[in-house]
């Protein structure tokens, strides 16, 4: 008898689940942000050389020969031509797909919650995702304030090096003291360098709720980016939060400049090329409402199932979900 | 020879790290929502059975080990080596002192065991889960004891030594864990 038909999370599970998600719209509803839909098919792509989209393929009325469409990764690109459109505060909650990523804390699809506040910045939106880990968290898991620490403080403190200055040497010695000797293939990849020592020596020293903010510029995706000054390095207006070292939301402060976008999708798909990795359609219709203006705004993705599973103590993604990848 | 790259990688994957073969033990997807992906894995190498973590970029391959293991019959021990035979082929291979290790203590002629080769040469041995023995050597027996607790240490014909219960004598058959190196019962050849 073939057991793989039963649900990986108990029902029990599922339905507390299904009580954070109704809790999440009551917390926005009371906001006034406003709950909006967009298509998970897309002609265009995200560029990002870290995260790889499934493709599929569309063939019928308007194209007989057929059309490519990925499926998103995150409803960024179609929310922010919403708030071009002059939509407000906007949120929205949908399953997005990524490629290639299964483990302990991954599925290749997985639901996101993901919003947007037009006249916030980073800091404000922080706050805002606090107020909401407030609604939905456990007492045990909440402290009266949660920990917030520069992306360079983290390093700082935990794996004792400067990540805005370290050289690729450095960050090797650095890496070679933490027990982990040998990494092939980094290279002299310094945004790899730093991935190594945040996912293996940083987080796993993150306790409860920390947001961690501002980032290396080299790492800003679609985050404004604040110019340095002679002693301080140019920094990413983005922010992620982790609850104990699990990584839960990324937030930007929006970049707004249409020409930025575009260079940064341009240099991202040249990324790509290099990588031997196919480049992808650039999304012009974000450009094109960039170009037209997105208001002044702060931007937030959490992972519900990661939310879900930090709620509830449990050990992997899997356990709940109704029907992880083995299942699907 | 093959290559395996890290989507590839599972529990049991025999890969080669260090010039050793070594076995996939543990294997951990690690990906910041924007950033690097890596496989973190613990492996274990089959010479020297220890485990180490390692950390691979997603995307990178390593060189497969040509690891397998067989089910051979141990025959004896000439003094350097110990053979042991393929039941279906009748084929022999000698295991050094190295390969065999520890385990020669519970290496009893007949026994079938798992044989690791590794290019086609042994690196390690895993007797049977439970052998039994024959007691060599250990004080004499405390008839009518068997309810009671209490030990003594005893030789066997291989020469390991365990505790074994007081009821237990000199030329007793008995049945012991290999894997914990426990006495199990008394036993019937």
């Avoid at chain 2, 997603?58 to 003094?79: F, H, I, K, P, R």
């Avoid at chain 2, 219960?165 to 050849?189: C, M, Q």
Wanted: glycine letters at 6%; proline letters at 5%.
């Amino acid at each position: 008898m073939n057991e793989q038909w039963r649900p990986a999370a108990s029902l029990q599970l599922l339905k507390k689940r299904a009580h954070l998600l109704a809790r999440i719209r009551a917390f926005f509803a009371a906001r006034e942000v406003l709950e909006v839909e967009t298509p998970v098919l897309s002609a265009a792509a995200i560029t990002d050389s870290h995260l790889s989209s499934f493709t599929s393929h569309y063939q019928g009325p308007g194209a007989a020969q057929g059309k490519m469409l990925y499926l998103h990764t995150s409803p960024e690109f179609p929310m922010k031509r919403l708030l071009a459109a002059g939509a407000g505060a906007i949120y929205q909650v949908c399953r997005v797909f990524r490629q290639g990523e299964v483990g302990r804390l991954h599925n290749p699809e997985f639901t996101m919650l993901e919003w947007y506040r037009p006249g916030f910045d980073h800091y404000v939106l922080m706050d805002e995702v606090a107020a909401l880990m407030r609604e939905l968290l456990p007492q045990a898991l909440l402290s009266d304030d949660i920990e917030r620490l520069t992306y360079a403080e983290a390093f700082q403190r935990f794996a004792h090096i400067d990540p805005h200055v370290a050289t690729v040497a450095e960050f090797h010695a650095c890496a070679d003291a933490h027990g982990l000797p040998t990494v092939a293939g980094l290279g002299d990849d310094i945004d790899g360098w730093r991935d190594l020592l945040l996912t293996h020596v940083v987080e796993p020293q993150l306790k409860g709720l920390v947001f961690i903010y501002d980032y290396p510029a080299s790492q800003a995706a679609l985050a404004k980016i604040r110019e340095g000054t002679e002693v301080t390095p140019a920094v990413a207006e983005r922010f992620e939060l982790y609850c104990n070292g699990v990584e839960l939301a990324n937030g930007f402060h929006e970049l707004l400049d249409a020409d930025e976008q575009r260079a940064r999708f341009l240099a991202e798909n040249e990324q790509r090329k290099s990588a031997g990795l196919v480049e992808v359609p650039v999304d012009e219709l974000l450009l094109a409402a960039m170009a037209k203006g997105l208001p002044p705004c702060a931007g937030v993705a959490l992972g519900i199932d990661r939310l879900v599973m930090v709620a509830t103590n449990s050990k992997a993604i899997s356990e709940v979900m109704a029907f992880p990848l083995d299942r699907a | 020879m093959a290559n395996y790259s890290t989507s590839e990688f599972k529990r049991g994957l025999k890969i080669m790290q260090d010039g050793d073969p070594c076995s996939i033990v543990e294997n951990e997807f690690v990906k910041p929502g924007k950033g690097q992906a890596f496989s973190r894995v613990k492996i274990r190498n089959l010479k020297t059975g220890r485990v180490i973590e390692r950390t691979f970029k997603s995307g990178e391959s390593v060189e497969a080990a040509d690891v397998m293991d067989t089910d051979l019959q141990y025959l004896y021990n000439d003094g350097d080596a110990w053979h042991f035979m393929d039941q279906t082929s009748f084929e022999q291979v000698a295991a050094d002192a190295t390969a065999v290790g520890d385990e020669k203590k519970w290496l009893r002629e007949q026994d079938i065991c798992t044989v690791t080769l590794w290019n086609g040469a042994p690196i390690s041995i895993t007797p049977p889960n439970h052998v039994v023995l024959k007691v060599e050597d250990t004080d004499p027996g405390v008839r009518g004891d068997t309810a009671q607790g209490g030990s003594k240490p005893a030789t066997l014909e291989t020469g390991a030594v365990l505790q074994v219960p007081l009821f237990v004598d000199i030329g007793d058959l008995i049945k012991v864990d290999t894997r914990t190196g426990e006495y199990i019962s008394r036993a019937k050849e």
